[in-house]
């Protein structure tokens, strides 16, 4: 597949660097030569990059817009992307994907007005970050947390501490065919572990889990989170979009307290958000005492929302120093996300990651509705769907002789039941089967389940 990039931002880059690993032909563009030459200086990939304009015709003509297969529009303004996508559509590219800054853009009753303006899809990242943080504050205990094919299955990711009743012990010793969940990835340090049955979970990990809702309860007293409370009262600190996404899509029974400098802002907040459970304070959330004020220890949770990373991370280690359990951190400097994991400041949300994960997901199958980024795990979650004749169909997954660093975690049939797979499972053909392997493996799963499957990134 053909695919040109525009854009060669922190998005554009994350972008760039997944497709590279699956082989495609990609060529990255903008118009900022020191970008471009900063990507291929610092990394080894296989792309090809021009320094010009992506709103150029000659420009896109260059970069062969007219033969492509999807072009993609991610510079930091809106109205950019959509004009070159109308430019490249116009040109001849098959599919265009554009990064948008307006949630109306996203509103289905928009989509036939794009198409006919040559953009196919759109992408709006504080949305997807909303959604990212209202999964991971559902549970307070968990890192992250998602459902899989409308709650069929379920994934926790748990930081794992001295209460947890499950490490030291090898895998194939801690989980056979009558238990309840799998693990499915180990984080450990700097390492992502795709876990065979010698690997054990160690303190200090955070273990991936796949299992189904009725079995959370369990898992919560096998990682000694008992007594984390439920999350009722939450802080944010940082009034902009992504907030306001995040309180809009709460749920009723949550409180919401919402810090921000900006006088104006503020009065803007009470416009939109005017319920009786959201409060906005004008102040400086970098002020102990006024969180103290404001009732930061009554808080079930704490969420760094502003533009600025350092402050963030700084907020969120501050509001765990003063018993806050669960914190979330929104960390936009992708440099930052290993200092912030070793920091231990709980939930990491990158909007950049979030939406190059989206658009990747996009170009492997358009009908898929679930996407999901592990932020601080160099892993891929993928939902392979069987297809009629493939050799996945009739035997023993132990049999199917997978590529070391690939586990399959659990599948989904037609009746919408999701189960665990064990060695002995046996796929059938439809079955929705959820993958972890190691970044940059999908495309080896293709002689696994093909003829006609599909794949789509979690």
């Given at each position: 597949?053909?695919?040109?990039?525009?854009?060669?931002?922190?998005?554009?880059?994350?972008?760039?660097?997944?497709?590279s690993r699956e082989d495609q032909d990609i060529i990255l563009i903008?118009?900022?030569?020191?970008?471009?030459?900063?990507?291929?200086n610092s990394s080894d990939l296989d792309l090809m990059t021009l320094?010009?304009?992506?709103?150029?015709?000659?420009?896109?003509?260059?970069?062969?817009?007219?033969?492509?297969?999807?072009?993609?529009?991610?510079?930091?303004?809106?109205?950019?992307?959509?004009?070159?996508?109308?430019?490249?559509?116009?040109?001849?590219?098959?599919?265009?994907?554009?990064?948008?800054?307006?949630?109306?853009?996203?509103?289905?009753?928009?989509?036939?007005?794009?198409?006919?303006?040559?953009?196919?899809?759109?992408?709006?990242?504080?949305?997807?970050?909303?959604?990212?943080?209202?999964?991971?504050?559902?549970?307070?205990?968990?890192?992250?947390?998602?459902?899989?094919?409308?709650?069929?299955?379920?994934?926790?990711?748990?930081?794992?501490?001295?209460?947890?009743?499950?490490?030291?012990?090898?895998?194939?010793?801690?989980?056979?065919?009558?238990?309840?969940?799998?693990?499915?990835?180990?984080?450990?340090?700097?390492?992502?572990?795709?876990?065979?049955?010698?690997?054990?979970?160690?303190?200090?990990?955070?273990?991936?889990?796949?299992?189904?809702?009725?079995?959370?309860?369990?898992?919560?007293?096998?990682?000694?989170?008992?007594?984390?409370?439920?999350?009722?009262?939450?802080?944010?600190?940082?009034?902009?979009?992504?907030?306001?996404?995040?309180?809009?899509?709460?749920?009723?029974?949550?409180?919401?307290?919402?810090?921000?400098?900006?006088?104006?802002?503020?009065?803007?907040?009470?416009?939109?958000?005017?319920?009786?459970?959201?409060?906005?304070?004008?102040?400086?959330?970098?002020?102990?005492?006024?969180?103290?004020?404001?009732?930061?220890?009554?808080?079930?949770?704490?969420?760094?929302?502003?533009?600025?990373?350092?402050?963030?991370?700084?907020?969120c280690l501050a509001a765990k120093r003063m018993g806050v359990r669960?914190?979330?951190?929104?960390?936009?400097?992708?440099?930052?996300?290993?200092?912030?994991?070793?920091?231990?400041?709980?939930?990491?949300?990158?909007?950049?990651?979030?939406?190059?994960?989206?658009?990747?997901?996009?170009?492997?199958?358009?009908?898929?509705?679930?996407?999901?980024?592990?932020?601080?795990?160099?892993?891929?979650?993928?939902?392979?769907?069987?297809?009629?004749?493939?050799?996945?169909?009739?035997?023993?997954?132990?049999?199917?002789?997978?590529?070391?660093?690939?586990?399959?975690?659990?599948?989904?049939?037609?009746?919408?039941?999701?189960?665990?797979?064990?060695?002995?499972?046996?796929?059938?053909?439809?079955?929705?089967?959820?993958?972890?392997?190691?970044?940059?493996?999908?495309?080896?799963?293709?002689?696994?389940?093909?003829?006609?499957?599909?794949?789509?990134?979690?």
């Amino acid at each position: 597949m053909k695919i040109v990039i525009a854009g060669a931002g922190a998005v554009g880059s994350h972008l760039a660097t997944l497709l590279s690993r699956e082989d495609q032909d990609i060529i990255l563009i903008d118009e900022d030569p020191e970008k471009t030459s900063r990507l291929l200086n610092s990394s080894d990939l296989d792309l090809m990059t021009l320094a010009v304009s992506p709103t150029s015709i000659r420009g896109l003509k260059e970069g062969g817009v007219h033969q492509c297969d999807l072009f993609i529009a991610v510079t930091p303004e809106e109205t950019r992307n959509i004009t070159c996508c109308m430019l490249a559509h116009t040109l001849g590219a098959r599919k265009t994907i554009a990064r948008v800054d307006s949630a109306e853009y996203t509103m289905p009753q928009y989509r036939d007005l794009f198409l006919q303006m040559g953009v196919d899809a759109v992408i709006y990242p504080e949305g997807l970050a909303a959604r990212e943080i209202l999964d991971g504050l559902k549970r307070s205990w968990v890192r992250q947390y998602w459902e899989v094919a409308d709650g069929a299955l379920v994934m926790l990711g748990i930081k794992l501490r001295e209460k947890a009743r499950i490490t030291g012990v090898a895998l194939r010793d801690l989980c056979d065919a009558q238990t309840p969940y799998h693990i499915v990835a180990i984080k450990r340090d700097d390492d992502t572990i795709i876990p065979s049955g010698g690997d054990d979970l160690r303190v200090g990990d955070i273990a991936y889990f796949m299992t189904t809702k009725r079995h959370i309860q369990y898992i919560r007293e096998i990682v000694g989170k008992e007594d984390y409370a439920d999350v009722r009262n939450v802080m944010i600190m940082g009034g902009g979009r992504t907030t306001v996404h995040v309180v809009e899509g709460k749920p009723d029974f949550y409180n919401v307290k919402i810090i921000d400098q900006n006088e104006e802002r503020c009065h803007r907040l009470n416009e939109i958000l005017d319920a009786p459970d959201t409060r906005i304070i004008q102040g400086d959330g970098r002020d102990t005492a006024l969180l103290l004020d404001e009732g930061l220890s009554d808080m079930h949770a704490f969420c760094a929302l502003t533009p600025e990373t350092e402050t963030n991370i700084l907020a969120c280690l501050a509001a765990k120093r003063m018993g806050v359990r669960k914190t979330v951190a929104l960390v936009e400097n992708m440099d930052y996300i290993p200092m912030a994991e070793k920091l231990d400041i709980g939930t990491i949300i990158n909007k950049k990651m979030i939406a190059a994960s989206r658009i990747y997901q996009m170009m492997l199958d358009t009908d898929a509705q679930n996407v999901k980024c592990l932020t601080i795990a160099d892993a891929d979650v993928a939902e392979i769907v069987v297809g009629e004749g493939s050799p996945a169909i009739g035997k023993p997954v132990r049999d199917l002789r997978l590529p070391s660093g690939v586990t399959l975690g659990g599948y989904v049939r037609e009746e919408g039941r999701g189960d665990l797979i064990y060695g002995g499972t046996q796929l059938q053909a439809g079955d929705r089967v959820v993958v972890f392997c190691k970044s940059g493996m999908l495309k080896t799963l293709d002689r696994y389940f093909t003829k006609k499957s599909g794949l789509r990134l979690f």
